[in-house]
């Protein structure tokens, strides 16, 4: 698929769980971003990267590892999954344009 | 920390009616950016504007860098045009703050 993509676009977890979110995208794009969505808060930038094997913290990274081996691919991990990270997660590539994907919703009981 | 304002916080029209999103930000700007995000929540890049002006269809918009705000007019306002319009500031790091956005509701 052309773009950008994410998956899984929904999931339910359990507290404590280990948690990977997928990115992909086809535009060879330098730059990666990860935030989340939640009412009350807007869009956060919890780590982006600025090419392959290059990353680092946006404005609530606490709880979250990412890496990239890879340009087109920039997985989000959630190490042991907690209710707060329930949330709306957006993957985006670009930098003067940025791109959003659709959207990945994870709830954590 | 840099604040990124956005004005209204909701907005209600008829359709054909035109609009002003206002958006302020507190340093100087490298990055600025619109987007709408519809009511399926898939968020959609309406203009790269770090300065200047911009037009696309009904959809306009205008960055005065040395006042610090940014402007995104609608014109002739649809249905679909519905949803939530941010804006995003980046300065000097590689990061983009988002504003809290205005909804927007576009009534027939």
């Known amino acids: 698929d052309a773009g950008i993509t994410q998956s899984p676009r929904y999931k339910i977890t359990e507290t404590g769980r280990q948690v990977t979110l997928m990115c992909h995208q086809t535009?060879?794009?330098?730059?990666m971003f990860w935030y989340r969505q939640d009412l009350g808060h807007g869009l956060r930038l919890i780590y982006y990267s600025a090419a392959a094997d290059i990353t680092d913290k946006g404005e609530v990274p606490d709880g979250y590892v990412v890496s990239r081996s890879k340009t087109e691919n920039f997985p989000l991990t959630l190490e042991s999954a907690t209710r707060s990270q329930t949330s709306v997660y957006f993957c985006?590539?670009?930098?003067?344009?940025?791109?959003f994907g659709p959207g990945t919703r994870l709830l954590v009981l | 920390g840099i604040q990124v304002e956005q004005s209204p916080p909701d907005l209600i029209l008829q359709e054909g009616a035109n609009s002003t999103l206002r958006c302020n930000f507190s340093d100087s700007v490298n990055n600025l950016q619109w987007f709408h995000q519809n009511p399926w929540g898939q968020l959609i890049n309406l203009f790269y504007i770090p300065s200047g002006t911009k037009q696309n269809g009904r959809l306009s918009a205008t960055t005065v860098a040395t006042e610090r705000y940014s402007l995104l007019y609608i014109s002739s306002s649809q249905t679909t045009d519905s949803g939530v319009y941010f804006c995003?500031?980046?300065?000097?790091?590689?990061?983009?703050?988002f504003g809290t956005g205005t909804l927007l509701a576009v009534q027939p």
């Open positions: 535009w060879s794009h330098s730059y």
């Open positions: 985006a590539s670009g930098w003067e344009t940025q791109y």
């Open positions: 995003a500031y980046g300065g000097a790091t590689n990061k983009l703050i």
